[in-house]
């Protein structure tokens, strides 16, 4: 089995922090160097941050120009999953519209849905839903998925001069 994927017993930070099923990232508008993201629990509280790593992202570099496509790969490489932009029609229309139209994301691992992302529209706040309800077993490890919605927001900054 991946290291991607939660092979640990259940913790007392597993049922806590990292157990949450949705989260909210919050991107601050004024920053002057790089990017600063705050990440909160379905209650409101600021949840983490981690040092250790789960796993990484790797850009599907063809299928992203048309429609953001994202490798999830384990601890060694191995590709076991990926993230990818909800339709190619809204894709499309989004490189002509960019903020117009709040991107919405999906997390598959072996074609079963473990997580999605809805961007909300706000000219001055970038903030993205982050949900893992659909992943009842718990097979993405949810540092991952919290990283996978930070480097999309990250981009999508960049992109649009933010």
Known sequence: MSSA???RP??????GRFGQTRYMIRRKFFKLFGGAFHIY????NVAFYSRERGGALRRKA?????RDTWLILDVDGNEVGKVEEDSMLLA????FLTNLLPQTF???????????FRQHFNPFIQKIDLD????????????????????????EGRQSGG
């Not at 063809?62 to 048309?66: Q, R």
């Not at 997390?107 to 999605?116: D, I, M, N, R």
């Open 41 to 44: 629990d379905e209650a409101g």
């Open 5 to 7: 994927l939660q092979t």
């Open 106 to 116: 999906t997390g598959t691992l072996g074609g079963e849905q473990v997580l999605s």
């Open 10 to 15: 259940r913790s007392e930070l597993a049922s």
């Open 92 to 95: 499309l229309v989004r490189r």
């Open 132 to 155: 893992f309800s659909m992943d009842t077993q718990r097979r993405l490890d949810r540092r991952l998925g919290i990283a996978a919605a930070v480097l999309l927001c990250a981009i």
């Open 62 to 66: 063809l299928s992203s120009i048309l």
